[in-house]
């Protein structure tokens, strides 16, 4: 996922394997830094199974919301917008130190 941080744009891999793919990818772009630092750093600190597992209750109460929040929309006839709530909860996944943020917004 790429997104912006102020004016930097950031890179954000999930996995071991996918940052492998980024950086054997787009090796030049690494090539001034010392690549195995940066590749120990990235799955020792970003994507270790200890900090992937600390996001579990997160993830996992950020999803029943969505699954409820369709199920209340579908009975009532509404339509969904899955995108900006998938969106949503992966923003909350990510950036958030709870799960109060989409719950106190409300769907454009």
Do not use: C
């Not at 492998?20 to 600190?45: C, I, M, N, W």
């Not at 509404?78 to 909860?89: G, I, Q």
């Amino acid at each position: 996922m790429s997104v912006m941080l102020g004016s930097v744009p950031t890179i954000v891999v999930s996995s071991p394997a996918a940052t492998e793919l980024f950086l054997k990818t787009h090796d030049a772009v690494f090539a001034g830094r010392p690549k195995l630092q940066t590749s120990e750093y990235l799955t020792l600190h970003l994507v270790s199974a200890s900090k992937v597992e600390s996001f579990a209750p997160v993830r996992k109460e950020e999803l029943a919301w969505m699954v409820e929040s369709v199920r209340k929309a579908e009975t009532a006839g509404e339509t969904v917008d899955l995108s900006w709530k998938v969106s949503k909860v992966i923003e909350v996944i990510i950036f958030s130190d709870g799960p109060w943020m989409i719950k106190s917004n409300s769907n454009p």
